[in-house]
């Protein structure tokens, strides 16, 4: 058990030091979901509105919250992944006590963390400068927007296991994460989707998630529905993570 710990601990405070040495990751994993969903607030400002209803941008923006830090993480954890592949760190790795869910839950708190520094601050950038309005608590669209984008960081490292190289693991973001946008009820409400796409975003992790904000814009207090929700976020992210360790292999060029 001590093993285990000092293992991932290890793994965790490696990635943490390479993501802190290389300040361009750094810089388009805080800023991009922010600068993003500025301009979005700009393209929507001026956009008329009914009196006492949310803006246009209020009802889009709260969803992109949650869609924007799950795709940024979602593409930078499947090349840090691959990269670590192509240069052989992860063949090495594999020869020490280092166990495979050792290694993704390493990468998936460090990238969690990260994760929790941009929801952050596209939430106060959001809700401070950019006069986001919500009858719902500011603090629950954090939690939120981080366990979406910890979604992304799972699904990344899962989409990594089946990439043999970093173009390939970017090829993967269209298939995992192009249904999941046009289907998670951003452009068009679900219930309004055909039947059988309806039954397809059923399936998709990041419907729930946008409907949790959903329900936070909505409401001054906690549903079931919401806490349903992201339970099955969270479900979700674990079978992703576990899936990835069943999938880690060692290659042997």
């Given at each position: 058990?001590?093993?285990?710990?000092?293992?991932?601990?290890?793994?965790?405070?490696?990635?943490?030091?390479?993501?802190?040495?290389?300040?361009?990751?750094?810089?388009?994993?805080?800023?991009?979901?922010?600068?993003?969903?500025?301009?979005?607030?700009?393209?929507?400002?001026?956009?008329?509105?009914?009196?006492?209803?949310?803006?246009?941008?209020?009802?889009?923006?709260?969803?992109?919250?949650?869609?924007?830090?799950?795709?940024?993480?979602?593409?930078?954890?499947?090349?840090?992944?691959?990269?670590?592949?192509?240069?052989?760190?992860?063949?090495?790795?594999?020869?020490?006590?280092?166990?495979?869910?050792?290694?993704?839950?390493?990468?998936?708190?460090?990238?969690?963390?990260?994760?929790?520094?941009?929801?952050?601050?596209?939430?106060?950038?959001?809700?401070?400068?950019?006069?986001?309005?919500?009858?719902?608590?500011?603090?629950?669209?954090?939690?939120?927007?981080?366990?979406?984008?910890?979604?992304?960081?799972?699904?990344?490292?899962?989409?990594?296991?089946?990439?043999?190289?970093?173009?390939?693991?970017?090829?993967?973001?269209?298939?995992?994460?192009?249904?999941?946008?046009?289907?998670?009820?951003?452009?068009?409400?679900?219930?309004?989707?055909?039947r059988w796409l309806e039954v397809?975003?059923?399936?998709?992790?990041?419907?729930?998630?946008?409907?949790?904000?959903?329900?936070?814009?909505?409401?001054?207090?906690?549903?079931?529905?919401?806490?349903?929700?992201?339970?099955?976020?969270?479900?979700?992210?674990?079978?992703?993570?576990?899936?990835?360790?069943?999938?880690?292999?060692?290659?042997?060029?």
């Open positions: 058990m001590t093993t285990t710990f000092t293992c991932y601990t290890a793994t965790t405070g490696r990635i943490l030091r390479q993501l802190r040495a290389d300040r361009r990751t750094v810089a388009m994993l805080v800023l991009v979901p922010t600068l993003l969903l500025a301009l979005v607030y700009f393209v929507y400002h001026d956009t008329p509105s009914m009196p006492g209803m949310p803006t246009l941008f209020d009802r889009v923006g709260i969803s992109l919250l949650g869609i924007l830090p799950f795709i940024v993480m979602f593409l930078i954890t499947a090349i840090a992944m691959q990269r670590e592949r192509s240069s052989g760190t992860l063949e090495r790795l594999m020869t020490t006590p280092l166990s495979k869910l050792d290694l993704l839950a390493g990468y998936g708190s460090a990238f969690s963390l990260a994760a929790t520094v941009q929801a952050g601050l596209a939430c106060l950038v959001a809700f401070w400068l950019l006069g986001m309005q919500s009858a719902g608590s500011v603090w629950l669209v954090l939690l939120i927007a981080v366990l979406d984008a910890v979604l992304g960081v799972a699904l990344g490292l899962l989409a990594s296991a089946f990439a043999r190289t970093e173009f390939q693991a970017v090829q993967f973001m269209p298939l995992i994460v192009g249904p999941q946008l046009f289907l998670c009820g951003l452009l068009v409400p679900r219930g309004q989707l055909p397809i975003s059923d399936v998709l992790p990041l419907s729930y998630a946008v409907d949790a904000l959903q329900q936070v814009s909505r409401y001054t207090g906690t549903t079931g529905l919401m806490w349903r929700d992201l339970g099955i976020v969270a479900v979700f992210a674990v079978v992703a993570l576990a899936l990835g360790a069943a999938t880690l292999r060692r290659r042997t060029a």
